[in-house]
Each structure stands twice: as structure tokens, then as C-alpha cells.
């Protein structure tokens, strides 16, 4: 007889293409949106820092709206059924979109009525409704209205002969009813940009010794809808009702069909006050009638109309944050300098960079340096050219004033200004007309990229040679946000890195078809495929020796091609260890496919900003910094900028950085396979990464 063999199924790889396998780019930045909530919620944090993260999570959801939402609806009106990695089409995200606001609102004014509103109160801080002021708070309210507030309203009528009138983006109104001799008709009002609480007595000092007294307050569209009146004299005033919109706001830039590109990005950005609605905020006692007129005259669909319950605004609450209350915020230190920078204090920056490359790392060192950098530049007689990339630099940037007085002192300075970076348009826009006219030589980008390296070349004479000075970073030149955000900067000469930043310029002001960089990896050039190799050379090294491990932080993770890659990685046994910020659309810990992948994302007293790519490397571990996330867009369709770190000093220590990050257990949030996050239990010690790296307050030294 036929020996029977016993027939072992084989199992299936795993399809890494399938949609199950990647998460929803939009609903995992609303995870994102949940997360900062959860710090307005977290009593361990200081009460005004709660109020922050609670204006940011408007803001937050003001932006969504404004470029993301506003962009599935444009495919939808298109007619486009094509559906992400994730299989979802933009119909359908718009419905789990919908959801999920609703929801995140919701929880959001809970905590705000609940929760921050009675803590404020019993820290002296009393926001009040106007129907509870006093007679004398009544008439200081009153004055208020009178001095400041009623000569910059006005009225706009709706009827037959006068048009509805443009509603401007993010801005909050009044929906108003009148009876004039038994006519009815309808206003709109629009509430000045002016401090949206009305102080109600003048706020004391802030002392530890004597703190003030309590400080009352009222919303300033309380007191105007208490004193319509005055605006609508010898007629009655029926209702009032505040609605906030946000607009379609994201800039399409054509730039084949401009001859200037700054001329396009300027139109682009009158053009963007009168972007389509694709939100309305009302009260939800706001009357039919009444909202009727509104989403009518909007062009908007009753689906995209979201009721609250209390102010429409949550981004206004900015400015109980600008209280001078520090007792009830995080406090305050002193960023450190390395030793490295006055180890000599007769040298100058340019001599201590010759000595070694010096690493900062933002907030916790000082910007200071890197403003500095260029400030000496812009003075040396021995500096011949100063070539720079801006991004977003803020207003009253000390960087831009220190290129200005380099053009005054006759150094040749090129400078690339990203127009098109989101939301920051008019102040670039600004920023390049003043250095044009001092004959600043500007270049707004390459058509079809955003420039979105952070990068700075300085060339300086030095006895019969030319050495250039670098500074590479994973961060703004913006000295606002260095306080607010980490980052990562590296001021070198490295001749290999200067050459390679030298053909970088050229590439970016002249023309190149460069794809050969010795050390940089440059997108769209060489990042994808130098990025692919180094992962594809960890897998095979762990296959060979074991122990493979790749460590990236980032903002997001988005692109199919790079989560397919690490999916593989994982199935091959590296242990791949992701910090993510915000988006994140790879699924961790699926069986076969992801168990050895692991995400948290890091929410805290900083945003979480420098990007940081970890290859282990059989122990001969390879570190790179810039500013790239690995998304299709930074990959694709940005300039970007990722360097490596050459000194062991400066790979030990952004090593001990991501393992900081990596035993958080105060601020991580870990995500699961189906993209929910929940915070870590800590079995004994506590540990908070970002306050781990802050320096000690007697000490302004590393």
C-alpha cells in the first residue's frame, strides 16, 4: 500500500497591501486632536496650561477643517471615488470625519464647563455670564462698549436691496433679528478681533507674596449682545445668536500658469477670504428660521453644520493664557548653552565650530547660538557669502534682521523664502520684499517643491582658503517656536557636508540634476532610495547577526511604500520602535506582519517637532537628523534635508534622548493595532522625557 503523507497547509504571506493593514490619515490626526485634549483634562498639569492645550485643540480643528476637510469635499464635488491605502473614499471619510468631530467637541466643552471653568473660579479667575454682573460690573462693561468697542462695529443689513454679506473666515458673529415696526429683518455682526473677555476691574500684579484678588470676567459677545440696542436705534432687538465659519483656506498655487511666483502666492492669498464654507458653528439654540438663512446664504449642507453647546471659539481661549498668572503655569527656565561654545571666551563661534561639531537641541539649549551664528557672520570681515533657507520665521525675526545687516556690510546673500508655506504666506511674503529691496538676492522656491529644509552656509575667508560653516536642523529658523518646540540643529564645517549643502543651493537657486550627494539625503533626490537602503540593510544584518533595531521619530507616518517596508522589517524580526507625534497609519502589534513594531506618541508641555532616523547597524549605529516625516509629499514633492551625525558624542546622546522618549511613561500614549492609544501604566518610577531634559535652573551650561 500507498505510506499516506501527511499534506501541511502552507500559510499565506500576508497581503501587505491590504487596506485592513493601514489606518485612516484623518481620523489618526483626530487621535491626535484626542490626545491633546487628554492635557486639558489632566489635573496634574497647571490650570492655564490645561487652558492652553484647550485653545490648541481649536486651532487644531480650525486648520483641519480649512485644508483638510475642505479638500475631501473638493473631491467629492469632483465626483472622485478613488480610496486611500486604507480603502476608504473621501464620502466616506467625510462621515467618519463628521463623527468623530462631534465627538471631540463635545468631550472638549465638557471639560471646559466642568471642569476648567470651576478650577479657574476657585484660582481667581472668574469668567461670568453677563445676566450675573452687578449693576457696577454692568456699567464697566458698558464704558468698555462705548470707549473701545461700538466705534469699530459694523452692522451689516440683509434684505431685498442690500446683499448677504461675506462672512470672513474663522471669524465669530452675531446672527441678528429686528423688529422694525413690525417688519422683521435679518443683521449680521461682526465681533471685533479685540481681547474676547471685557475685564471687569484692573488685574493686580502677580506676586507669590500678595497674589490678586479674584479678576472678574465676561465674554466680550455677551456685553455687544446686551447692548445691540445702541446699533439698531427706535427698533427692537428680537434675538441674537453668535456663528463662527471656517472657509476652504487651502492655497492652490498654479505656478506653470505665473510669471511671479510671488505675485501668484499674494492673489492666492486675497484670494483665500472667499473660499467656499465647510463649516458653520452655531449655538444649539440657535432658531430654525435663523439657521436657515444662514446655511442658505452659506451654501452649506445641513451635515456640515455642528451645534454647541457654549462658545463657538475655542481657539480664543488663547488669551486666558496670556493672564499674568506664572503661579498657575509651567515655570519658566533657562535654556542651556553647550560648553563647547565658551570653552575659550576670547574665541569666536566660527573658532569653536572648527574644534568639533556642535549639537543643540531646542528648547532645552538656546537658539541663541544659531542667531549668533549668522549675527557674526553678517559682521565678519572674513565672511564673503551667507546662503540660507526660510521656511516660517515669524514676525520680528532676528535671523532676518541679522541677513539684512550682512547685505549693509556688503556679503553677497542668497536667500530661498518657501512662499507657500501653509499659514505663514503674508509674513514670508513680507520677509522677502524687505530683503529685495536692500538687494538681498531671493529665490521663492523650484516649481512644483516646497522648500522645507532648514539650512544655513556661511563662506569665510581664512587665510589663503575658503571654509564653510554649516547649520542643518530639523526646525525653523524662528525664534518664537525654539521655546516652544524640539528640534535638533548641528553647526559643522565638515568638508563633506559643506560640499554636498554647496550643490544644494545650486540645485535649489540655479539649475541641477545632482542625484550623487556624499553624505546629505535630499528629497525628492536620493532620500527615498538611500532611506529604503539603510532599512533594507538592517534587515539583512539582523538576519545575518540578530539583534536589528531601527528607532524613528517623527511628526507622521503616512506613505505606503515606506509602512510596507517596515512591515517587512518587522516580519524579519527587527525590533522597530516608532515615535510618531501625530499621524500615524500603520497598524502595530498585527500578527505576522507588525509584532515587533511598536508606536507611542509623545504629548507634552513641548510639541514634539525633530525628526530622528536610528539604524543600529550591528552596533556601529548610524543616526540621521532633518526634517523630513515620511509622508508622500516630504518625500515626493518637498525639498528636504536629512544629515548625519558623525561624532559618537552626538549619537550617544541623541541615542539617550530616544530612550528617554522610549520609558516615558507620564506623557507616551501607546498605540494599539486599531489606531487607539492609551497612556502606559507605571509599575514604579515615573518618567516625564521632556522635564527629564530640561536643564537645572543653576545652571545655564551643559
Request: with cysteine.
Amino acid at each position: 500500500m500507498p505510506t499516506l503523507v501527511e499534506v501541511v497547509p502552507v500559510a499565506e504571506e500576508p497581503n501587505l497591501r491590504d487596506p485592513e493593514l493601514y489606518l485612516n490619515r484623518e481620523l489618526s490626526l483626530l487621535a491626535f486632536q484626542h490626545r491633546v485634549l487628554e492635557e486639558a483634562q489632566d489635573e496634574r498639569n497647571p490650570l492655564l496650561d490645561r487652558v492652553k492645550f484647550l485653545s490648541i485643540v481649536g486651532s487644531n480643528l480650525d486648520e483641519f477643517f480649512m485644508v483638510r476637510v475642505a479638500g475631501l469635499l473638493t473631491q467629492v464635488e469632483a465626483g472622485s471615488r478613488e480610496a486611500g491605502p486604507d480603502g476608504l473614499s473621501a464620502s466616506s471619510q467625510l462621515v467618519a470625519i463628521r463623527r468623530e468631530v462631534k465627538k471631540l467637541l463635545a468631550d472638549a466643552w465638557r471639560c471646559w464647563r466642568d471642569s476648567l471653568l470651576p478650577a479657574l473660579r476657585e484660582n481667581g479667575i472668574e469668567i461670568l455670564d453677563y445676566e450675573d454682573l452687578t449693576v457696577r460690573q454692568q456699567e464697566i462693561a458698558r464704558k468698555y462698549f462705548r470707549d473701545t468697542v461700538f466705534p469699530v462695529l459694523t452692522p451689516l443689513a440683509f434684505d431685498p436691496s442690500r446683499p448677504f454679506p461675506h462672512i470672513s473666515n474663522l471669524s465669530v458673529n452675531l446672527a441678528i433679528t429686528i423688529d422694525d415696526k413690525g417688519t422683521e429683518k435679518f443683521a449680521r455682526l461682526k465681533i471685533p478681533p479685540l481681547m474676547p473677555f471685557v475685564l471687569l476691574q484692573k488685574p493686580g500684579k502677580y506676586t507669590r507674596r500678595r497674589p490678586p484678588k479674584t479678576l472678574p470676567l465676561v465674554w466680550l459677545d455677551q456685553v455687544i449682545t446686551a447692548n445691540l440696542a445702541d446699533l439698531f436705534p427706535g427698533m427692537t432687538v428680537r434675538e441674537a445668536h453668535p456663528f463662527h465659519i471656517t472657509r476652504d483656506s487651502d492655497l492652490a498655487i498654479r505656478e506653470l500658469e505665473g510669471d511671479d511666483l510671488l505675485e501668484t502666492v499674494e492673489e492666492g492669498v486675497r484670494q483665500r477670504r472667499f473660499g467656499s464654507v465647510v463649516r458653520l458653528m452655531v449655538t444649539d439654540n440657535m432658531p430654525a428660521d435663523m439657521l436657515e438663512i444662514l446655511s442658505t446664504n452659506l451654501e452649506i449642507e445641513r451635515r456640515d453644520i455642528y451645534k454647541v453647546h457654549g462658545q463657538l471659539s475655542l481657539g480664543r481661549l488663547m488669551a486666558l493664557y496670556k493672564l499674568d498668572r506664572p503661579d498657575l503655569k509651567e515655570a519658566t527656565f533657562v535654556p542651556a548653552v553647550p560648553a563647547s561654545l565658551h570653552e575659550d571666551e576670547d574665541e569666536d563661534i566660527f573658532a569653536a565650530i572648527r574644534r568639533r561639531d556642535i549639537l543643540l537641541h531646542h528648547p532645552f539649549d538656546s537658539f541663541q547660538p544659531v542667531v549668533d551664528f549668522v549675527r557674526k557672520a553678517a559682521h565678519d570681515p572674513n565672511v564673503l557669502a551667507i546662503k540660507m533657507t526660510l521656511y516660517r520665521v515669524g514676525r520680528n525675526s532676528p535671523i532676518v534682521e541679522a541677513l539684512l545687516e550682512a547685505m549693509e556690510n556688503g556679503k553677497q546673500v542668497a536667500v530661498l523664502v518657501e512662499l507657500k508655506a501653509r499659514f505663514d504666506e503674508e509674513s514670508n511674503i513680507e520677509w522677502a520684499r524687505a530683503l529685495e529691496r536692500e538687494g538681498v538676492h531671493v529665490v521663492y522656491g523650484l516649481v512644483g517643491l516646497k522648500i522645507h529644509c532648514k539650512t544655513t552656509m556661511i563662506v569665510r575667508r581664512e587665510g589663503e582658503t575658503i571654509r564653510r560653516y554649516l547649520h542643518l536642523a530639523t526646525g525653523n529658523y524662528n525664534v518664537v517656536t525654539s521655546h516652544l518646540y524640539t528640534d535638533l540643529g548641528l553647526l559643522t564645517c565638515n568638508q563633506e557636508l559643506a560640499a554636498d549643502t554647496t550643490d544644494l543651493f545650486n540645485y535649489l537657486t540655479g539649475y541641477s540634476a545632482k542625484s550623487d550627494y556624499r553624505r546629505l539625503l535630499v528629497a525628492p533626490v536620493n532620500l527615498r532610495d538611500r532611506l529604503q537602503q539603510l532599512i533594507r540593510r538592517e534587515i539583512e544584518l539582523h538576519r545575518q547577526l540578530g539583534a536589528g533595531r531601527l528607532i524613528f521619530k517623527m511628526n507622521a507616518l503616512v506613505d505606503p511604500q515606506m509602512i510596507r517596508l517596515l512591515y517587512t522589517a518587522s516580519q524579519a524580526g527587527v525590533q522597530v520602535d516608532l515615535l510618531i507625534r501625530g499621524i500615524c497609519c500603520l497598524r502595530p502589534g498585527v500578527a505576522g506582519v507588525s509584532d515587533n513594531i511598536r508606536v507611542r506618541s509623545i504629548v507634552g508641555r513641548f510639541l514634539e517637532h525633530s525628526r530622528i532616523y536610528y539604524f543600529r547597524n550591528a552596533g556601529d549605529r548610524e543616526i540621521y537628523l532633518g526634517s523630513a516625516d515620511m509622508m508622500q509629499r516630504n518625500i515626493n514633492r518637498r525639498v528636504e534635508v536629512m544629515f548625519p551625525l558623525r561624532e559618537e558624542e552626538h549619537r550617544a546622546e541623541v541615542e539617550r534622548v530616544l530612550l528617554l522618549y522610549l520609558a516615558d511613561n507620564v506623557k507616551a500614549r501607546e498605540m494599539a493595532s486599531d489606531g487607539t492609544y492609551s497612556r502606559p501604566t507605571p509599575e514604579t518610577n515615573t518618567l516625564n522625557a521632556q522635564e527629564s531634559l530640561i536643564p537645572a535652573s543653576d545652571s545655564e551650561t551643559k
